[in-house]
């Protein structure tokens, strides 16, 4: 989708490894978001970010860690990864007015 | 805990009829409600937006309702294309400690027979 973009889209982990999901915008929003989203779940807010250098913590934060290092990026970081954290990510900015294509991560 | 249901998981219509979706929602008092289509494999894109003091908005072939007392918006597709097939989703701002958040659906996935 235009103005957001995520990387990598695709990502299969082994329980315990780690990674991390990068997003950037390049539509100046102040505000950004990570969700997740799995079968018959819905999107879920994983954390958000309502300006550059803070971040709070969404619905399901637990396993997760976030970085909003400048306005244009803010990543996503599995510490330690498990099999419940297969799902779709998807970052967005501006209240969900723009959502990334979404990373697709499988923990094996 | 706040809960919002979409009607049933699938709708299938004839091409050319009206698109009617369903999105109810409990313990909220939202300030506004979005709506928005998601292609599979594809990123949630955004259609429309309606606040509590409205009672409809239109874009093109689309309508939403807004009715804060029954706890349920409406989504209607008129003359509705097979390119409408596609899963649509409702989401409801609600306000948390620093900033706003959005609660979703888990999305009606419409397909438009020819």
């Known amino acids: 989708n235009a103005g957001v973009t995520q990387t990598p889209k695709f990502q299969v982990l082994k329980t315990g490894q780690s990674m991390t999901l990068q997003c950037a915008q390049d539509?100046?929003?102040?505000?950004m978001y990570w969700y997740r989203q799995d079968p018959g779940m819905g999107l879920r807010l994983i954390y958000y970010s309502a300006s550059e250098g803070t971040t709070d913590k969404g619905e399901v934060p637990n396993g997760y860690n976030v970085s909003r290092l400048n306005k244009r990026e803010f990543s996503l970081r599995l510490e330690s990864a498990a099999p419940s954290q297969t799902s779709v990510y998807f970052c967005?900015?501006?209240?969900?007015?723009?959502f990334g294509s979404g990373t697709r991560l499988t923990v094996v | 805990s706040q809960k919002i249901e979409q009607n049933s998981e699938a709708l299938n219509i004839q091409e050319g009829k009206t698109a009617t979706l369903t999105c109810n929602y409990t313990n909220y008092s939202p300030a506004y409600l979005q709506w928005y289509r998601q292609d599979p494999g594809r990123g949630p894109v955004f259609l429309l937006l309606?606040?509590?003091?409205?009672k409809e908005k239109r874009k093109e072939r689309l309508k939403v309702t807004f009715d804060t007392t029954l706890k349920q918006s409406l989504f209607h597709i008129t003359a509705s294309q097979p390119a409408d097939s596609a899963t649509y989703l409702c989401a409801l701002l609600g306000r948390r400690n620093t900033g706003n958040q959005f609660y979703f659906g888990t999305g009606t996935s419409l397909t438009v027979i020819p």
């Open positions: 967005a900015t501006l209240n969900g007015y723009t």
């Open positions: 309606i606040r509590e003091n409205e």
């Open positions: 539509m100046n929003h102040n505000s």
